[in-house]
């Protein structure tokens, strides 16, 4: 029995996809929010002769939907492969309004763990797909965290917003003020970036889109140990993908920038982006500005950004102003005081919601993707992001999040964050102390 689990999980090992390596000669264009991203994937999807595939988290029924899914339905009629892979959770009016008729047109969907029964207790429902992805004929790839929902749809938000307003008496003085503004919809639009790559890299990008796809089962189950019965029936079909796929020749070199794709999924790369992450915080001489909407790391993490602080290193956080999940909001809080005390600077975006997963260190490393810095993130989604090392890049990111800081941050200050009413303090206490203990009862407290 221990001979034949040995032989079945060498079998897994040959099939499971190895590191990217780290690429010279890319093109690497930054594209800051929805206003930038869209036009230029739309554009590309409308000139693509070949294949289109792309992945995303969130899929809305909104303007920015509306225009992705006709695009996408008018590739597949001209003759052009599309592949959409749309997460089952964040996904879910995608599903419901657009895969049957995207299906209908040809294009080819699956989608991530769809969601059944709310209620029914399932331990997989935290292993979303959280990528956001595209390839346009192996020639040019996307990756970042903007989702295919317009910057100013706020709805969920705002219906939460206008809920609690209702009972206004219950909510402290400086904090009506935002809440009365959301409820309004007096918000600017979403915070977030992408990347725009061109070069060798992007076979690698098509590469992790294909092993995805593969992933995928019947009725949208997902393999996360490879040995399911489905799963043999397309292993041998997977293995025909890679061998043709270590016989292309990758995009040529078409810039300066040396990029490498790094992944998390529940197999080979479970900490690859948090460990890429503590590398560049571990050797920062002079600067580390972080962007992340969910933030609320593991204990190798904050020392790593502490020991940073306190070898002189200016280490600044961009992090989340509003309340968009409040136990994850007051979680965050909770860590404010042990990293403010070791000189980390923390600031929190104001004109509207952070969707940013980005960092900056030294002006030459850069990283913008879909991974948060939280236990979702870090232990259960499957996520993409870019390493970059390049100095214009790098230098254009931190200039657009140091003006983010400068002119639509509120500085945290250790004293009026010490200040705050118990109440407040307790439950940012309670909040971070219960996401430990799911961490703990989870059995990852030795991962994160």
């Not at 990528?131 to 990756?143: E, F, G, N, Q, S």
């Not at 979680?331 to 929190?348: C, D, N, P």
């Not at 993409?384 to 254009?396: C, E, G, K, S, V």
Request: proline share 4%; hydrophobic share 45%.
């Amino acid at each position: 029995m221990i001979n034949r689990r040995k032989a079945l999980i060498k079998r897994v090992e040959q099939l499971l996809p190895e590191p990217a390596p780290e690429r010279h000669g890319h093109s690497v264009e930054l594209l800051c929010m929805g206003q930038a991203y869209f036009p230029a994937l739309l554009a590309d999807i409308a000139a693509a002769t070949h294949e289109v595939r792309l992945e995303t988290y969130i899929f809305a029924r909104d303007a920015a939907g509306e225009q992705f899914f006709e695009a996408l339905k008018a590739a597949a009629r001209r003759g052009v492969d599309v592949y959409l892979v749309l997460d089952g959770f964040g996904g879910r009016e995608g599903v419901e309004l657009y895969v049957p008729l995207l299906r209908k047109a040809g294009v080819r969907v699956r989608v991530f763990r769809p969601e059944g029964f709310v209620l029914k207790p399932n331990p997989r429902r935290l292993r979303r797909m959280h990528r956001k992805v595209a390839v346009i004929d192996r020639r040019i790839a996307y990756v970042g965290g903007i989702n295919l929902i317009d910057d100013f749809n706020h709805d969920e938000e705002q219906a939460q917003a206008q809920s609690s307003a209702l009972n206004a008496k219950r909510i402290p003085s400086h904090a009506l003020g935002k809440l009365t503004e959301l409820a309004e919809g007096h918000l600017g639009p979403r915070y977030d970036f992408a990347v725009r790559l061109q070069g060798p890299a992007v076979l690698d990008v098509w590469k992790a889109t294909e092993w995805l796809w593969w992933q995928i089962g019947p009725g949208g189950m997902v393999t996360d140990t490879l040995t399911s019965a489905w799963w043999k029936r397309r292993a041998e079909q997977f293995r025909d993908v890679l061998a043709a796929a270590a016989l292309m020749e990758p995009p040529p070199a078409c810039g300066k920038a040396r990029v490498q794709l790094v992944l998390r999924d529940n197999f080979r790369f479970r900490r690859t982006i948090e460990r890429r992450y503590l590398q560049a915080i571990g050797q920062a001489h002079t600067s580390v500005v972080l962007a992340n909407a969910y933030f609320v790391p593991g204990r190798r993490f904050r020392m790593a950004l502490i020991k940073a602080a306190e070898r002189g290193v200016k280490v600044q956080l961009l992090l989340q102003g509003r309340v968009e999940h409040r136990f994850q909001h007051h979680a965050t809080q909770g860590l404010y005081s042990g990293l403010l005390r070791h000189g980390v600077e923390i600031f929190e975006y104001q004109p509207s919601f952070l969707h940013a997963k980005v960092a900056v260190v030294d002006s030459s490393w850069a990283t913008v993707g879909s991974s948060n810095i939280d236990p979702l993130s870090f232990l259960f989604a499957r996520e993409a992001n870019l390493l970059i090392h390049d100095p214009h890049f790098a230098a254009t990111l931190k200039a657009n999040l140091t003006h983010a800081i400068s002119n639509d941050a509120r500085k945290v200050m250790m004293d009026i964050h010490a200040a705050r009413p118990w109440q407040a303090r307790a439950l940012a206490w309670v909040c971070y102390k219960l996401m430990r203990l799911a961490v703990f009862v989870g059995g990852f407290s030795n991962r994160y």
